[in-house]
């Protein structure tokens, strides 16, 4: 649990082998921070990224005291969610921070011709984030404390056509976020939604960058403060907040026309 300072002791990464999810993680350990969890859907990869992340634990004496553990996840067997978050708790104890960054783009092309994928990445981006951020809510209510953060994206705010199955999907995510957050007042527990933009990640290789476009480590440090402020949302960079201010509330005949890809 977090130290008398407030000092974050334990992270869990849900998508654990996330850029920005691994990007948060490495931006939230201090010298107080005893575990860091990474939940991968492959723990292979999850065990490279243990690796790399803790690269530096034979020179940093702040790496040397942090413990990386990989544990098996898939967002999409939510049947596994409830015991996979109460060994991941009876292990590491208190949970202080838990990011959501699992999560599948695809293409809406592939979706248009194939529902079935479709309905595939939906079930990963929106049930596996309900179903998991229930479970991890429900331990963080009973602790009297911690943040979960939450992967959303500027892509639900107005969902486009390039890519409205993920952006719907994004958009279910940001509510069930919202109402989670609301419904954890007063319990000590809260909830932090990060809404970036286009990110320079894994995810995002090989398309045609848009504007505003970042990288996970600014997008880490966008957590980062958040978390420190005590807020409820964040945007990725912050200017994101006010073009989609704009962006929401454009006639759809405008905004159909605007070239979002
Ligand atoms: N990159 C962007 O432009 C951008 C913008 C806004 C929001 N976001 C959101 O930020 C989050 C992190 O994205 P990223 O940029 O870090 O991309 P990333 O590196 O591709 O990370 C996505 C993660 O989701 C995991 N995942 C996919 N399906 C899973 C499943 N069924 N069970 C468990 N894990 C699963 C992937 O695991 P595998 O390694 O096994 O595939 C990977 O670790 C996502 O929610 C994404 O939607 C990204």
């Known amino acids: ?16 082998t996330s850029e920005i999810g691994l990007a948060i993680a490495r931006r939230l350990i201090t010298p107080s921070t005893r575990t860091v ?14 690796a790399d992340l803790g690269r530096d634990a034979g020179t940093d004496p702040v790496m040397e005291a942090v413990t990386i553990e990989v544990v098996a996840f898939d967002a999409a067997d939510t049947d596994s969610h409830l015991q ?10 208190d949970l202080d921070v838990v990011v959501l960054a699992f999560g599948v783009l695809g293409d809406q092309a592939e979706f248009d011709a194939d529902p079935a ?9 929106y049930t596996g984030a309900v179903s ?31 890519n409205f199955v993920y952006g719907s999907s994004k958009a279910g995510l940001d509510g069930f976020a919202q109402g989670l957050g609301d419904s954890l007042e007063g319990s000590g527990a809260s909830v932090l ?12 290789e090989g398309l045609a960058a848009a504007p505003f476009a970042t990288d996970p480590d600014s997008v880490a ?6 978390l420190r402020q005590g807020r409820r949302t964040v945007w990725a960079p912050g200017v994101l907040r006010y073009v989609f201010m704009v962006l929401r509330h454009l006639p759809g005949a405008v905004y159909r026309r605007l070239p979002l890809g």
């Open 1 to 16: 649990m977090q130290n008398a300072l407030g000092e974050i002791q334990t992270i869990a990464v849900f998508g654990g």
């Open 37 to 50: 969890v990474l939940a991968c859907r492959d723990v292979d990869a999850g065990a490279r990224a243990a």
């Open 84 to 93: 996979v978050v109460a060994e991941i708790a009876d292990t590491v104890g």
């Open 117 to 125: 994928a479709a309905v595939g990445a939906v079930h990963v981006n």
């Open 132 to 162: 998991v951020g229930l479970v991890v809510a429900d331990v963080l209510r009973r602790q009297g404390h911690g943040r979960l953060v939450v992967l959303s994206s500027v892509a639900g705010e107005r969902v486009r056509k390039a």
């Open 193 to 204: 939604v990060v809404r970036p933009g286009f990110v320079h990640s894994r995810m995002t």
């Open 221 to 226: 440090e966008v957590v980062a403060r958040g």
